[in-house]
């Protein structure tokens, strides 16, 4: 298992492109399942999670074709017949997302048989919207063994689905079924994530006829058929956050590139109050911090879209350890995402966590140590970290990392982070989340 090691202290400067998103692009995946022609994305992040996703998607008679394009990096997904519809435990488990093929499967052949993800580190984060939903649409869903055994031999039909609260995956999986229902589908209270708009847009250009993603509600028209497409995969919010507050935890000046300031609206203002100079222009999104000066401690709540994202809140308590006064963190989402409190506490940081809220002093210093990587925001939060702590700090258990950052360590050390890969010929432990 490889770690990375890095010695804090050094202020970052220069430019960091922001690939396209993870959250995106696996979604996109799986709904290239839809048509038997080719779909070409664009802004493709190689990832752990794309590559596994990918190896999945082979089993369905999926051919990838990876290559540098015009565009950059893209992959071609072209499934002119599904082989099997059979999704293993061994690959599903590795990523819960790999779930959300049941829905293409279904859509396009009628019948698909797919492990249940099980829980994960973060949550228990079950499935039940995600098969009701498919249920609304005329599935006929049974279980047996852990796996979902879901038909629909005449096709799925529209229906008007309300989601009791908001689930981003649940959204989406609909959302890829309902698409080829015949009939009109709604759904009431869905996700407004930008992955989601971005999913919905890509299938239009697929043949579809979706109205409203981005607002609670979507409308769907069913159509027979969907046909390929080129589409460029939107860009890495949650990526872009995570680099803004390394930028300010080390101090200097960092210019973020091949991003879209609007989608992390709040973490800006979040940032602003705490104290960091930032400017938006264009694509672009530039933090600058001096490091002799000390930032404010400023509260924060998980929310959906367009509130504070969970999937950022580690990285900003790994800034709020170094702010002076004291701050309160409230996750919302997941009930078990505050597992770095632990290792940010081995750094020197003063937290403490209990339910869904942790209290953070800010510390006048953090002590570079070794810590472990839990999950892949908690990764990133410890890099973070590391990068202003006083020493060097080595991170264990770095594959949750490259789940989900292309290149950390090539971006980081081009704005000059002292930070390094240690490989090792150790196997990887097998992936969760
Ligand atoms: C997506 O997960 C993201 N994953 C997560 O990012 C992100 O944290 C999350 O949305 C929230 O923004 C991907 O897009 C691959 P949910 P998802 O369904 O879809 C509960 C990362 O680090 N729930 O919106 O699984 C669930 O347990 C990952 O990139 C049910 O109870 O999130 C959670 O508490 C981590 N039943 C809440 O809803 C269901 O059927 C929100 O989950 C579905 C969800």
Redesign the pocket.
Known sequence: MDRIALTGGVPLYGDIPVSGA??SA??LMAAALLTSEPVRLTNMPRLA?TRLLGRLLARFGCQITESDGPDGQQSILHTPEITSSFAPYDLVRQM??SFNVLGPLLARTGHAKVSLPGGCT???????????ALEALGAHIDMHEGYVFAQAPRGLKGAEIEFP????????HALMAAVLAQGTTVFKNA?C?P?IEDLALCLNAMGAKVSGAGTPTITVEGVTSLHGTDWPVICDR?EAGTYALAAAMAGGEVRLTNVRPDLIGILLDKMREAGCAIETAGNTITIRRDPAQKLKAVDITTR??PGF???LQAQFMALMTLAEGECIIRET???NRFMHVPELSRLGANIVASGGEARVKGVDALKGAQVMAT???ASACLVIAGLAAQGETTINRVYHLDR?FENLEGKLSACGADIRRLKSDEPVMELE?
């Open positions: 993870k959250n696996i979604k999670d819960r997302a973060i949550g228990a984060r079950p499935v039940d919207l995600h098969l009701k609260f908001v689930s981003v995956g649940a959204t989406e996700a994530e992955e949650i959906v879209y994202a969970t999937d989402i997941f009930e999950d892949l925001r989900g989340e």
